[in-house]
């Protein structure tokens, strides 16, 4: 199998290079994926309008793309985005939010999965259903432990030649040839809204960095959100302090602390 990289080394060119990443997220992440996005030491532009989307990827480290939110003129916005980026030979992320809840959603990821993402991120119920099996959510929010979506991760990871990141209790991270599985994290996570959404806008500013290398991009990306979601809980008494000591945390995480506490297993 392909070499994963230590996290840390990737957090701490991630901080030097403090690589500008253009996120078409949701109206619900925007704001918070912004401050994971500094917190982490990136640099987030929000950018989606259609006239400016796909020049703005043309020079942007990488673009991430996310239909929580989206309509017509947001689709539009990303369509061109995805075009400047693969112009340009700039990597994407994909998150697709609930995308087998309505025909609209579905019709939108479809085409997105054929404009070739780097990687594709998203919890258990989306990468299952996204792989062509059956899940019980109706929404944002997963109904199926992440062990059941690993044969489907590895599918859509070959069928579309990228890699695909699966986030919940555990996450599991495969390029279709190597898997890693990560621990850590904490169940107070899901309980603030676009933890997930900021995820994917975090393995754009790792991606980044390693455009030759999305695997161990993505679970750097996963490991630093791993341990600062562990670190973060021991001091919270509920979501809301949870939410902005996790900020906090994620900034104050040196590259020792996270190849000391992240708990990466290779398959
Ligand atoms: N029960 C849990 N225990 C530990 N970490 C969790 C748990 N649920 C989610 N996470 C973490 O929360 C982050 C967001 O993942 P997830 O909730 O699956 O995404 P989404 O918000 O898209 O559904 C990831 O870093 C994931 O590892
Ligand atoms: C609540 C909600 N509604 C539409 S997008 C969104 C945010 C979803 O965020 P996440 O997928 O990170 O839980
Ligand atoms: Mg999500």
Redesign the pocket.
């Known amino acids: 199998m392909n070499e994963i990289q230590f996290p840390g080394n990737l957090l701490r060119e991630m901080r030097e290079a403090a690589p500008l990443v253009q996120c078409i997220t ?1 109206y ?2 925007m704001n918070i994926a912004a401050n994971v996005l500094l917190a982490a030491g990136a640099s987030p532009a929000m950018v989606h309008a259609e006239e400016e989307a796909g020049e703005f990827a043309g020079f942007a480290g990488a673009l991430t793309v996310n239909i ?2 989206a309509s017509p003129q947001w689709i539009a916005g990303m369509k061109a985005a995805v075009g400047g980026a693969t112009a340009a030979r700039r990597p994407w992320v994909l998150d697709p ?1 609930a995308h087998f809840a309505t025909a609209y959603r579905r019709r939108a990821t479809a085409e997105l999965l054929a404009l070739a993402p780097t990687v594709i991120r998203g ?1 258990a119920s989306e990468i299952i259903s996204l792989a062509g099996g059956t899940s019980s959510a109706k929404g ?2 997963s109904r199926d432990p992440v062990e059941l979506a690993e044969k489907a991760a590895n599918e859509l990871a070959e069928r579309q030649a990228c890699v695909v990141a699966v986030t919940g209790a555990t996450d599991f991270v495969t390029d279709g040839r190597s898997a890693v599985r990560l621990s850590g994290g904490s169940a107070l996570m ?1 309980k603030v ?6 995820l994917t806008c975090l393995v754009g500013a790792y991606v980044a960095i390693r455009p030759e290398d999305p695997l161990s991009a993505t679970v750097a990306a996963l490991a630093h959100f791993a341990v600062a979601g562990e670190r973060a809980a021991a001091g919270s008494d509920g979501p809301g302090s949870f939410g902005w000591r996790f900020v906090d945390t994620l900034a104050a995480l040196t590259p020792e602390a996270l190849d000391g506490e992240a708990r990466i297993e290779r398959l």
């Open positions: 949701n619900v992440a929580g939110t939010v919890n944002v929010d899901p809204t676009a933890l997930g959404c900021s």
